[in-house]
């Protein structure tokens, strides 16, 4: 004879609890990147790197990599909460933005982006200047810009129209709004980095504040990017949980196991 036992989960208090631990963890990066990086406390270089929110394959990076692959998997788990309730189309839509963030966090880690972008400029240097490659390396900032980032920005407006009703709907637009709020403005700062006129805002901030040394401001610069592209996956991902949880109300799960043997 077995017994059942039930085990309520308040879903609002571990959502809630999560969020303040991504926030807490990415102070403690912050703070850690600021004690190890910038009052050079290790001469190591790789000891300074592990904690370096501005360079790629570091904790930091590990971190916001993880982030957006957990988001993807919350996405494809809507996906598959609300099929056979939806139209086929949308709930191809869903899975295809969970496959989209499980993909913003592979790329997040493996900088497949920069790759693919000094991928076009060695083809440039090679002498094999065709039309596509000319139009690419036009772009005044780094080169993934051209044709990396438009796909990016489909997808998020794919998102966008797909989700936001719903968000809306449910009162949780906030989630949707800054957290892709704070995407574009990291992506922004991003392309203005790969500019020329970086190093004349680079030269005025360095004056107008009295930084002392350069790497106060270049690196200053990166880190905000990287801590709003990690924060608004947070953002993003804590609204997606809540519009899961929304979807999972009231619904029962319950675990049946049969014993392939008996000793």
């Given at each position: ?44 270089r790789g000891m300074r790197r592990i904690f ?85 390396l036009a772009n005044p900032s780094f080169n ?105 109300q009231q619904r029962s799960l319950r675990f ?8």
């Amino acid at each position: 004879m077995t017994t059942e036992s039930t085990t309520v989960l308040d879903l609002n208090q571990m959502i809630r609890r999560l969020l303040i631990a991504c926030v807490i963890i990415q102070l403690t990066l912050l703070l850690a990147d600021y004690v190890i990086n910038y009052l050079d406390i290790f001469e190591e270089r790789g000891m300074r790197r592990i904690f370096n929110i501005a360079r790629e394959q570091s904790i930091p990076s590990w971190f916001s990599s993880i982030q957006a692959q957990l988001l993807g998997v919350t996405v494809l788990t809507i996906a598959m909460v609300q099929r056979g309730q939806i139209p086929r189309w949308r709930t191809i839509a869903w899975f295809a933005a969970g496959l989209f963030f499980l993909w913003v966090g592979i790329d997040d880690y493996a900088e497949l982006h920069e790759k693919l972008g000094g991928a076009v400029n060695r083809m440039a240097e090679a002498g094999d200047n065709t039309q596509l490659t000319e139009t690419l390396l036009a772009n005044p900032s780094f080169n993934w810009h051209s044709f990396i980032a438009p796909i990016y920005a489909l997808f998020c407006l794919g998102v966008l129209a797909l989700a936001g009703p719903e968000f809306w709907r449910r009162g949780l637009w906030p989630w949707m709004l800054f957290g892709f709020g704070c995407w574009a403005v990291s992506q922004a700062i991003d392309f203005v980095e790969g500019m020329d006129v970086a190093e004349d805002i680079y030269d005025w901030a360095q004056a107008t504040f009295g930084i002392e040394r350069r790497y106060g401001v270049t690196h200053t610069a990166k880190l905000i990017e990287e801590m709003l592209e990690m924060f608004g996956t947070t953002l993003l991902w804590i609204g997606f949980l809540h519009y899961l949880a929304a979807l999972l109300q009231q619904r029962s799960l319950r675990f049946v196991y049969h014993p392939t043997g008996r000793s």
